[in-house]
């Protein structure tokens, strides 16, 4: 313990002993002005704002600038301010006092840099402006930019106005030697202790005892101590072009200074340059006195010494002269004082310059500014002269084609030297520059600026030559400056009533300037603005009463308030041999010091900054006063467009994205031609087979019939026998033409010769179109024409042949397509043309000769043509019949007046014409009498429309029922009385009853019908309401005590009612129940997608309006417009949409949730419709973002440097780079990643076509799968260049990203089997059905789901159907509907034409899916509901309903009803067949089903009269519907649920608790839940609803 505290206090001893020994620390001045006041600490620091001495008078006294009512700037500078120079100043002032003024103003100011965003407050230019608008265009501006301003807390209220901001400290401190931080100090500094190389020959300012030492100097060029170091480090330097030449040049060409703005022109540069050398020399002469001293040391202290030697010279040498005395201010009894004696510093002093100094006060050393400066050698003493220099080739800026304007002239032109600096200065030498200055007297005290500042001082690329005046006056009313007299009156000065005031002298020694002022100003002196009226005090002292006032109150405020000022003793910076050495120090020592070339005695008089005349010291005065008249010509200002040099980058470049779509478009047109030429391969050798195998006689061609513009459809075309040639499907099980040469006299055959020669059309007079064939080559089609040829000559029938090319064959082939739009027109004419005729005369000359009707006057109907017109197959017995009775001439083709009468017949006969009509339809023998095989055939023929499958015993006893009924049983034929006395009971009907209309002529026919025709039909219902009464007149009387089939004859309680909407006729009607009817089934859907919508608005309008409003002034925001809005807006949109489409494509996810109670609120089932909305939409914004940045970044190429450089400053360039076009969108990470996203959207989308996904399936697969692992990443990329903001891609991105990823993680941790297809077939209605093996252990139950992925396909696609199959079955079972390119690919690859004898592609199964409808048999009585797509699930429960029922296990249900609502019993025919195997096992009568179909009503007509009239006896006999061949009642309209319920309490009156369980579309769902609710309020038994929506 004792060691410790021993070792502790010889630590403590040894510490205290080092700090004795050592030196105390001086508190060096800060680079940036921190804590130069230690109470107030941010005073006096750089980017500190500009202080008020005269209250700001912005004009709404926040921010807006001021002086909107005063007169135009330019007029101003022009009216007041013009004239010519060459008079020197009054009290000798020298051009070096001029320039070192400049780089005092250079010292404590610096707010010239724009704010950013940039801020135009432009200046306009008379109209015909004799330097800017020469041409008299009147819509030039003078470019001028708003200073920068503290935005953190100043310009939002009139409390606290906008501040703008000092960008160096206000101290004279060596900030103009030294720079403002130390890091751009340290960049000036040498930063050695020895030079080894450096000798006392090469350095100027070498020590002549030890030259290598160099401890604490600045870096100088070369070493050799004459100029600082080029700036080849990148400091960030002014670098604007010069204007003499017009063009951007390298900053690195510039010498390293403290200063940015050092290199501004030659003179001063010689100021830094100066004190460059003066700090090495005072290094030189410290290091000399201290060997000791580190670098850091000598650097430090020859800093102190030259800071304080400058702040001398500037407050006791050049501000006093410059101010000149106050005789003359005194004189005009005005207020004037001298400066005050030092007595020491005051922290509460602020030093900080005020806005009326920066933007007025300080300025009025313009009008000392000679147009040009004297540069001259040393004086010889031999000659006692100097010589005065002329300009060179070299200063001249190597102009050899303007020699002549521009070489030998006196002098350096300032205009022509701005940013051209270094050319006079290496040239020459600064001390021939210094010796000129001091030499040449400055321009007179007045009112007259140079035109060298007063039009032509630099500017921009687009603006080379500004009005330095105009900018003074703008700048003051940007900065909120009052008018002159408020000026006034805040320093307490007198205001001025008029304008002679101001300045009488003035006035009466300038002719018009009295004049031109008041006229100027409107003879309002409250107008005046206070530079103008400032500068028009001036004297021939100097600066004015007000001007004067203002200096020195500022530089007396720079001093005291500066606690590092050289007298201040308390600050320990100068010792008392030091001090004095400051003191004693002149502008003349520091430039002699720095110049050992000069002669004390000669070269420079003892006060540079005065030329008095009787100076004994000065030897070289200059040779005469410079006017611009005697020096070269300032070049004529010039503009630039910065979109030069990128307009081929910017056509290239979006000519490209143009020529990539089409580029792509055909890159998936060859896949997909070469995909259709292995399948046409694949077809050739099929049919290559088939040949083979075929007999001679029965020889048959595959081709593709061209039946349209779009439609096409493969068929096999087969001659014979006879003189038939047939077109059928291209497996030959159905029929779809029969072209018939026994009544044709001429056969044409036309083929194409060109790029179409596999095209060939057949023509057949008195056919009604022509065949269009395609054929796989040229061969097949020759050799089909070949046979075809040979079979039409072997039938005698005449053959023409001609070859054309593709595109005039295509236009002279009459397609099915044509005619098909033919007959629309001809049965739409035929039925205006009946409802116009009037029953009571049947005169139809005046329609037949109508003009309408003329168009169809030669159209003749076949008999297939009138099938297809009345539905029914051309084969049927009634078609054959109705078509001979209308077929009046027999000439085996109906024409337009015969279908006039047939159709006049059917629409307006009475009930006992129409039934004659059926009566000798089916009197085949034409005996006059209908026998029993007669009227048997008329029945079936009338089944066959149906496909109704009935044994002809059940026909035998409908017909002896029928008969029976009414007393006929014995007869073996009907006459035609007896008929009508059993049509009699159903007149009603019959009158009602008429020929179908299809929907399309249905609805053109009610549309179609004038007012003065609808006004004329007598007042009665329409056919549709007529017709649907009838329905449900029959349907009232057959549910009535029906009973079915092996059932114990009791009367039943159960009520089957239906009920159709009765709408009116009209196209406006029709659109308003299809939208209603929309509306009803996907209200969910609506919804969902109005919200997501919403949302996707607000998150475009967000963007939108922040840019639009909130950011209104921003940089971007005012270069592009609303532009900026638009692309902010749609890129939010982007992000938001290309997001959620993950979502949609989390598969796993979505069957989860399906499967919860959140499936009653969301249509999980729409994910995929979802998907292609929301990519349509991200399509949309994509394509709004891309055309808003092309705008954008065209405007952004046409800003100026310093714009772009404040607003993107996170892409750092040099600034003598112009960023082009090619810049922004090939060399930055926002520019190439845009591109490449726009490349990954085209390529995703061209391959998403339903094109593409339909012959190319794996190129759109590996293009949307990779494609968006691309196109987030770039996304990523594309906002992390910060080119307009921050990134916040990863808001949208992570949640949905993460989602899919553990979807896709779950995919790929579920096993994958291979399942073989058993069993393939291809029912009608584009239904596939698939059998495969069923897997082990697959367990699953009746109503669930599971998904599918075709290897023939994808391996990775999985698609959604519900199993058809039941649980007890060993396969399982689909029943797949081709709906899209998948379902309808999936068509193809199981069709057995294709297969031929390879096996069935494997499938990759997924699932079971869903709960499945499995709590029926828990309730006594359950009721089950379908309609729809959501029947499908029943097929697989009525299936497993059975099967229980069968097994002999007992169950609580006693009776299951079943519900099937379909528009069109054919939209499922599969089912029918399920539904017929379901009733052939129900022993028990388990099962009662009921179908209600709600389109066929529309579709009443006289044969489905015929076919009502004997349902109840067919369905009696046979124990069928008719119309289904089912056992199931087949109703026509919507099931009306509550009176079924309500019938089934008393039916089953001893159950208390009913199931119900739908499945189908949200409408149904709903009504069924609506009425077991509804039921449920009673007293009795409850309704349980169980449903799920598709």
């Known amino acids: 313990m004792v060691t410790m505290w021993l070792y502790v206090a010889v630590l403590l001893l040894a510490m205290l002993c080092g700090i004795q020994g050592q030196e105390v620390e001086k508190e060096y001045p800060p680079y940036d002005g921190w804590y130069n006041n230690r109470a107030h600490p941010e005073w006096g620091t750089v980017d500190g704002p500009l202080t008020r001495r005269v209250p700001s008078h912005y004009a709404d006294g926040t921010y807006a600038p001021s002086g909107g009512e005063r007169p135009n700037p330019r007029t101003i500078s022009e009216n007041t301010m013009a004239g010519l120079t060459g008079e020197g100043s009054s009290t000798k002032r020298t051009a070096l006092l001029v320039f070192f003024g400049q780089q005092v103003v250079e010292e404590i100011l610096d707010a010239q840099r724009p704010g950013c965003p940039p801020?135009?407050?432009?200046?306009?230019?008379?109209?015909?402006?004799?330097?800017?608008?020469?041409?008299?265009?009147?819509?030039?501006?003078?470019?001028?930019?708003?200073?920068?301003?503290?935005?953190?807390?100043?310009?939002?209220?009139?409390?606290?106005?906008?501040?703008?901001?000092?960008?160096?400290?206000?101290?004279?401190?060596?900030?103009?030697?030294?720079?403002?931080?130390?890091?751009?100090?340290?960049?000036?500094?040498?930063?050695?202790?020895?030079?080894?190389?450096?000798?006392?020959?090469?350095?100027?300012?070498?020590?002549?005892?030890?030259?290598?030492?160099?401890?604490?100097?600045?870096?100088?060029?070369?070493?050799?101590?004459?100029?600082?170091?080029?700036?080849?480090?990148?400091?960030?330097?002014?670098?604007?072009?010069?204007?003499?030449?017009?063009?951007?040049?390298?900053?690195?060409?510039?010498?390293?200074?403290?200063?940015?703005?050092?290199?501004?022109?030659?003179?001063?540069?010689?100021?830094?340059?100066?004190?460059?050398?003066?700090?090495?020399?005072?290094?030189?002469?410290?290091?000399?006195?201290?060997?000791?001293?580190?670098?850091?040391?000598?650097?430090?202290?020859?800093?102190?010494?030259?800071?304080?030697?400058?702040?001398?010279?500037?407050?006791?040498?050049?501000?006093?002269?410059?101010?000149?005395?106050?005789?003359?201010?005194?004189?005009?009894?005005?207020?004037?004082?001298?400066?005050?004696?030092?007595?020491?510093?005051?922290?509460?002093i602020h030093p900080g310059i005020t806005h009326v100094f920066q933007s007025a006060a300080m300025r009025i050393g313009h009008t000392l500014v000679p147009p040009g400066v004297y540069r001259r050698t040393n004086y010889n003493t031999t000659t006692k002269k100097c010589t005065f220099l002329n300009t060179t080739l070299k200063t001249a800026g190597d102009r050899h084609a303007f020699q002549a304007l521009h070489v030998n002239k006196p002098g350096l032109r300032t205009c022509n030297t701005y940013w051209n600096s270094l050319e006079a200065v290496v040239e020459s030498d600064i001390d021939q520059l210094l010796m000129g200055m001091a030499s040449q007297v400055a321009e007179k005290e007045d009112n007259i600026i140079t035109p060298d500042l007063r039009g032509s001082v630099f500017g921009p690329l687009d603006f080379s030559r500004r009005d330095l005046m105009a900018l003074n006056i703008q700048r003051g009313r940007d900065h909120g400056l009052p008018d002159y007299n408020t000026a006034r009156a805040s320093f307490g000065l007198k205001k001025r009533t008029t304008f002679e005031e101001i300045n009488p002298d003035l006035f009466a020694a300038t002719t018009g300037l009295l004049g031109n002022l008041t006229a100027t100003h409107g003879d309002d002196i409250s107008k005046l603005d206070v530079w103008t009226g400032g500068l028009l005090e001036t004297l021939s002292t100097g600066p004015g009463e007000l001007f004067r006032h203002i200096i020195r109150d500022q530089f007396i405020r720079i001093r005291d308030g500066d606690r590092f000022w050289f007298e201040n003793s308390q600050n320990g910076l100068l010792t008392a041999a030091e001090l004095a050495f400051v003191q004693a120090t002149t502008i003349r020592d520091v430039i002699l010091r720095t110049n050992p070339t000069m002669n004390a005695t000669y070269d420079i008089q003892k006060n540079p900054f005065q030329a008095v005349e009787n100076d004994s010291t000065m030897y070289c005065p200059q040779p005469q006063q410079l006017s611009e008249l005697h020096m070269e010509e300032c070049t004529e200002p010039e503009t630039f467009d910065y979109f030069t040099g990128s307009e081929i980058s910017y056509s290239l470049t979006f000519a490209s994205f143009g020529l990539f779509i089409i580029a792509t478009i055909l890159f998936m047109y060859c896949l997909g031609n070469r995909s259709e030429k292995r399948k046409l391969q694949m077809k050739k050798a099929i049919n290559k087979h088939r040949s083979t195998q075929q007999r001679e006689d029965d020889i048959s061609d595959i081709a593709t019939e061209i039946l349209g513009t779009t439609r096409r459809r493969e068929v096999q075309i087969k001659l014979g026998p006879g003189k038939l040639i047939h077109v059928k499907s291209s497996s030959g099980r159905q029929n779809y033409r029969l072209i018939d040469l026994s009544k044709a006299d001429d056969v044409r055959f036309v083929k194409a010769y060109n790029h179409g020669r596999n095209t060939m059309f057949l023509r057949v007079d008195k056919d009604t179109h022509d065949l269009i064939l395609m054929f796989n080559d040229t061969e097949e089609r020759d050799s089909f024409i070949a046979r075809c040829k040979h079979f039409i000559h072997l039938h005698q029938v005449s053959l023409s042949e001609q070859e054309v090319s593709h595109n005039e064959l295509m236009d002279r082939a009459q397609t099915s397509e044509m005619r098909d739009q033919l007959l629309q027109r001809f049965f739409k004419a035929a039925l205006i043309a009946v409802s116009s005729i009037k029953v009571e005369d049947g005169d139809m000359s005046d329609v037949i000769n109508s003009r309408e009707a003329r168009k169809f006057i030669h159209v003749e109907l076949s008999k297939k043509e009138f099938a297809d017109y009345l539905k029914l197959k051309p084969n049927s017995l009634f078609v054959d019949q109705m078509f001979s009775s209308a077929d009046s001439d027999g000439s085996g083709a109906i024409s337009f007046r015969e279908f006039l009468d047939i159709m006049v017949l059917f629409t307006k006969g009475s009930p006992e014409e129409k039934a004659k009509l059926m009566f000798n339809m089916y009197d085949l023998d034409k005996s006059g009498e209908l026998s029993k095989k007669e009227f048997k055939d008329m029945l079936k023929s009338m089944m066959d429309m149906v496909n109704a499958s009935v044994d002809s015993e059940q026909v035998e006893e409908l017909v002896n029922t029928m008969l029976a009924t009414h007393g006929y049983e014995h007869k073996e034929s009907l006459t035609p009385e007896d008929f009508q006395t059993i049509m009699q009971k159903y007149s009603t009907e019959l009158s009602d009853a008429s020929l179908t209309v299809p929907d399309f002529i249905e609805a053109g026919f009610a549309n179609g019908l004038t007012e003065r025709q609808q006004g004329s039909a007598p007042v009665r219902e329409s056919r549709a309401i007529r017709a649907r009464k009838t329905v449900h007149a029959y349907a009232d009387k057959d549910k009535k005590n029906q009973e079915k089939k092996n059932r114990t004859p009791q009367t039943s309680h159960v009520q089957i009612k239906v009920y159709e909407k009765v709408f009116k006729p009209g196209r406006l009607n029709n659109w308003l129940r299809a939208m209603e009817n929309y509306v009803e089934n996907y209200r969910l859907q609506i919804f969902w997608l109005t919200l997501y919508l919403l949302v996707l608005a607000g998150v475009f309008i967000e963007r939108a309006y922040f840019y639009s409003v909130e950011r209104e002034f921003a940089g971007l925001r005012r270069i592009a417009g609303y532009g900026v809005s638009i692309t902010r807006g749609a890129a939010s949109a982007m992000m938001f949409t290309y997001t959620s489409l993950l979502v949609t494509m989390c598969r796993n996810t979505i069957t989860a949730l399906r499967e919860t109670f959140l499936h009653l609120y969301i249509p999980f089932d729409s994910a995929i419709n979802m998907h292609r909305i929301i990519a349509w939409l991200a399509l949309f914004f994509t394509g709004m973002h891309i055309i808003g940045h092309s705008l954008n970044i065209y405007a952004i190429s046409t800003q100026t440097p310093g714009d772009l450089t404040c607003l993107f400053r996170d892409f750092w360039r040099t600034s003598d780079v112009l960023p082009k076009f090619h810049y922004w969108c090939w060399q930055t990470i926002t520019g190439i990643t845009g591109v490449l996203l726009t490349l990954i959207v085209i390529v995703m989308y061209t391959f998403a076509s339903d094109y593409s996904r339909r012959r190319v399936f794996q190129w759109f697969w590996w293009t949307h799968n990779f494609g968006y692992i691309s196109l987030f990443f770039f996304m990523i990329l594309h906002g992390s260049g910060f080119l307009v903001q921050d990134p916040f891609f990863y808001y949208f991105f992570l949640g949905p990203a993460i989602l899919y990823t553990l979807d896709k993680l779950y995919s790929v941790s579920r096993s994958k089997c291979e399942i073989s297809v058993v069993n393939a077939e291809l029912l009608p209605s584009e239904v596939t059905h698939l059998e495969f093996k069923r897997p082990v252990n697959f367990n699953y139950k009746a109503g669930q789901w599971v998904r599918i992925a075709c290897l023939a396909q994808s391996q990775n696609e999985y698609h959604p159907f519900t199993l058809t199959s039941a649980p007890h079955e060993d396969t399982l079972k689909l029943h797949i509907r081709a709906v899209g390119p998948w379902t309808i690919n999936l068509r193809s690859i199981y069709n057995p034409d294709v297969l031929r004898d390879s096996p069935y592609p494997k499938l990759y199964l997924d699932g079971p899916f869903g709960e499945g409808h499995q709590d029926w048999y828990k309730y006594d009585v359950s009721v089950l509901v379908g309609g729809g797509i959501g029947v499908t699930p029943f097929a697989s429960i009525l299936k497993d309903l059975v099967s229980v029922a069968q097994s002999g296990v007992k169950i609580q249900c006693k009776k299951v009803y079943f519900m099937w609502i379909t528009r069109d019993q054919k939209q499922y025919e599969w089912l029918t067949d399920i539904i017929q195997e379901v009733e052939s096992k129900d022993a028990s009568d388990l099962l009662d089903t009921?179908?209600?179909?709600?389109?066929?009503?529309?579709?009443?007509?006289?044969?489905?009269?015929?076919?009502?009239?004997?349902?109840?006896?067919?369905?009696?006999?046979?124990?069928?519907?008719?119309?289904?061949?089912?056992?199931?009642?087949?109703?026509?309209?919507?099931?009306?649920?509550?009176?079924?319920?309500?019938?089934?309490?008393?039916?089953?009156?001893?159950?208390?608790?009913?199931?119900?369980?739908?499945?189908?579309?949200?409408?149904?769902?709903?009504?069924?839940?609506?009425?077991?609710?509804?039921?449920?309020?009673?007293?009795?038994a409850s309704f349980l609803h169980h449903f799920e929506n598709f």
């Not at 050049?318 to 005395?325: I, M, N, S, T």
């Not at 061949?1525 to 019938?1543: I, M, W, Y």
């Not at 199931?1555 to 039921?1575: D, I, N, R, W, Y």
Request: a positive charge; aromatic letters at 12%.
């Open 1490 to 1580: 009921h179908i209600f179909i709600t389109q066929f009503p529309q579709k009443f007509d006289l044969r489905t009269t015929m076919l009502y009239i004997c349902e109840r006896h067919f369905q009696k006999v046979a124990g069928k519907s008719l119309f289904t061949g089912l056992r199931a009642v087949t109703h026509f309209g919507r099931p009306e649920f509550k009176s079924f319920f309500a019938s089934l309490t008393e039916e089953h009156a001893e159950v208390e608790k009913f199931g119900v369980f739908s499945c189908g579309p949200p409408p149904m769902t709903s009504c069924v839940e609506q009425t077991c609710a509804k039921l449920n309020k009673y007293e009795g």
């Open 119 to 348: 801020e135009y407050f432009n200046i306009k230019i008379p109209k015909g402006d004799p330097l800017y608008d020469k041409t008299g265009q009147g819509d030039v501006e003078l470019p001028f930019l708003r200073s920068r301003y503290d935005m953190s807390i100043t310009g939002y209220s009139p409390n606290n106005p906008r501040q703008q901001l000092n960008e160096i400290t206000p101290f004279i401190d060596g900030g103009l030697t030294y720079g403002i931080n130390k890091a751009w100090a340290d960049a000036l500094r040498l930063l050695k202790s020895s030079c080894p190389e450096r000798t006392t020959t090469n350095n100027i300012l070498a020590s002549q005892s030890n030259p290598t030492d160099c401890r604490g100097e600045l870096a100088s060029y070369k070493n050799e101590g004459k100029f600082p170091i080029e700036n080849s480090l990148g400091l960030p330097l002014a670098n604007p072009p010069p204007p003499r030449d017009h063009v951007l040049k390298s900053a690195t060409r510039f010498f390293r200074l403290g200063n940015p703005r050092g290199n501004e022109n030659p003179f001063l540069l010689t100021f830094g340059v100066l004190w460059f050398r003066h700090h090495n020399w005072l290094a030189r002469y410290i290091r000399d006195q201290h060997s000791s001293w580190s670098d850091e040391k000598v650097y430090n202290e020859a800093r102190i010494l030259n800071i304080a030697i400058h702040q001398k010279i500037i407050f006791y040498d050049w501000l006093p002269l410059f101010l000149g005395e106050c005789t003359e201010i005194l004189k005009r009894n005005g207020t004037c004082e001298g400066l005050p004696t030092y007595t020491g510093y005051k922290s509460a």
